[in-house]
Every structure is written in structure tokens, then in C-alpha cells.
């Protein structure tokens, strides 16, 4: 069964972005287990709530550190929260619609692995240099 495990390419060393992305990756990886052996549980749709508002949080929170440390390219990331927010929305209204399928939940299974990890790495690590450049002026 394919999960997507933290790895310490992804840290930024921000420990509250840290924490946040590794408890959305672990919420995300039991939500796609759960789905797949039970995908009739009636757990699964506060299970996708829960993953949906950490997902918006965890995004204001960041938005918050970059304009707090008058990031350069905010309005770049916030671009790229803005599709990553709008992929979600898709993919919960899918999961919901389709009660939890396969089909379903490789959607967000294929969105986690790519978008997700992708902005992860180029944009959020980006940001993490340009934090620990500026604290440590
Ligand atoms: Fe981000
Ligand atoms: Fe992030």
C-alpha cells in the first residue's frame, strides 16, 4: 500500500512549518489507509474534515511567517497556495461525491505525491532559506 513517509529532504527547519507538514502527511497517510480497508467507515468524512482544515491553517500559517518577515515573493507562494487550496476542494467535493473510491482516493493520493511534496520542496524550502537568512542578520 503506497504512503507518502516524511522524509528530512522536506525540513525546513521552521519547527511550527515542521511539525505542521508532518502531521498533515501522517493525517493524510491514515486517511488513505482507512479509505482503502474500510472505505465504508463513517469515520472517513471527520477524518477528511480534520485534513481539510489542517490543510487551510497550516497555508494561513505560513502566509502569516512570510508576511510577517516581508517575504519577496509572497505573492508567488500565496499564488501557489491559492492552486494547492483549489486542487483540495476538488479532490474533497471527489471523495465525497464517489463515497471514498478508489478511484477517489488515488486523486488525492496522486495530488499529495506531486503538487503537494513539489511546493513543499521548491517553495516552502525557499522560503525556510530566506527566513533563516533574515533571523540571522
Ligand atoms: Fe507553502
Ligand atoms: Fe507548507
Same mark, same amino acid.
Request: with cysteine; aromatic share 14%.
Given at each position: @500500500? &503506497?504512503? *507518502?513517509?516524511?522524509?528530512?529532504?522536506?525540513?525546513? /527547519?521552521?519547527?511550527? *512549518? +515542521? =511539525?505542521?507538514?508532518?502531521h498533515f502527511?501522517?493525517k493524510a !497517510?491514515l486517511f488513505?489507509?482507512?479509505?482503502?480497508?474500510?472505505?465504508?467507515?463513517?469515520e472517513?468524512e471527520a477524518d477528511l474534515s480534520l485534513l481539510e482544515q489542517l490543510f487551510?491553517s497550516?497555508?494561513? !500559517? /505560513? /502566509?502569516?511567517?512570510?508576511?510577517?518577515? %516581508?517575504? &519577496?515573493?509572497?505573492?508567488? %507562494?500565496?499564488?501557489? %497556495? +491559492? $492552486?494547492?487550496?483549489?486542487? @483540495? $476542494?476538488?479532490?474533497?467535493?471527489?471523495? $465525497?461525491?464517489?463515497?471514498?473510491?478508489?478511484?477517489?482516493?488515488?486523486?488525492?493520493?496522486?495530488?499529495?505525491?506531486? &503538487?503537494? *511534496? +513539489?511546493?513543499?520542496?521548491?517553495?516552502? *524550502?525557499?522560503?525556510?532559506?530566506?527566513?533563516? /537568512?533574515?533571523? =540571522?542578520?
Amino acid at each position: @500500500m &503506497p504512503t *507518502i513517509p516524511w522524509d528530512k529532504k522536506f525540513a525546513t /527547519e521552521i519547527p511550527l *512549518i +515542521d =511539525s505542521q507538514h508532518k502531521h498533515f502527511l501522517l493525517k493524510a !497517510n491514515l486517511f488513505y489507509a482507512k479509505c482503502k480497508i474500510h472505505p465504508a467507515s463513517t469515520e472517513l468524512e471527520a477524518d477528511l474534515s480534520l485534513l481539510e482544515q489542517l490543510f487551510l491553517s497550516h497555508c494561513l !500559517n /505560513e /502566509e502569516g511567517f512570510q508576511k510577517e518577515s %516581508h517575504y &519577496p515573493y509572497f505573492h508567488h %507562494h500565496l499564488a501557489s %497556495h +491559492d $492552486r494547492l487550496r483549489a486542487s @483540495m $476542494r476538488e479532490i474533497g467535493h471527489f471523495l $465525497r461525491k464517489a463515497s471514498f473510491s478508489d478511484q477517489a482516493v488515488q486523486e488525492l493520493y496522486d495530488f499529495l505525491s506531486s &503538487p503537494f *511534496i +513539489d511546493h513543499l520542496l521548491f517553495e516552502d *524550502i525557499k522560503f525556510a532559506r530566506y527566513w533563516k /537568512e533574515k533571523a =540571522s542578520l
